[in-house]
């Protein structure tokens, strides 16, 4: 069974940077397009980042030019760098792997940013 572990998550003042880090199992991970969703409370869930199986990149532009994505694909592995944190950041953030009709999830992981 295809596993996303979500991790890095944690409660940070604005201004602040995060490190998210999703590890993938039982799944041929360079074949995936990863992203990084995110979900606030009595919000829908929204893309923050996507990266494709060739690097290429997506930002919304409520995150550009903060956030960041990258893949290691030795270490199976995707991660957000988070940057200049706002409290509007503040969400549970998931992990997506997807490839054709394939589409997995992770367990999310918090991010709080507050003074």
């Known amino acids: 069974q295809v596993q996303l572990v979500e991790s890095g998550g944690d409660l940070v003042q604005p201004g602040g940077s995060l490190r998210l880090s999703c590890a993938a199992s039982?799944?041929?991970?360079?074949?995936?397009?990863m992203a990084w969703y995110r979900q606030a409370p009595g919000k829908l869930r929204e893309l923050v980042a996507h990266?494709?199986?060739?690097?290429?990149?997506y930002y919304p532009k409520s995150v550009q030019g903060r956030f960041t994505i990258s893949r290691d694909n030795a270490k199976n592995t995707v991660y957000l760098q988070m940057n200049s944190l706002k409290p509007e950041d503040t969400a549970v953030y998931y992990c997506?792997?997807?490839?054709?009709?394939?589409?997995?999830w992770g367990q999310g992981t918090q991010v709080t940013v507050v003074s």
């Open positions: 997506n792997a997807q490839m054709g009709r394939d589409d997995y």
């Open positions: 039982r799944i041929s991970f360079s074949f995936y397009h």
């Open positions: 990266i494709t199986t060739l690097d290429s990149t």
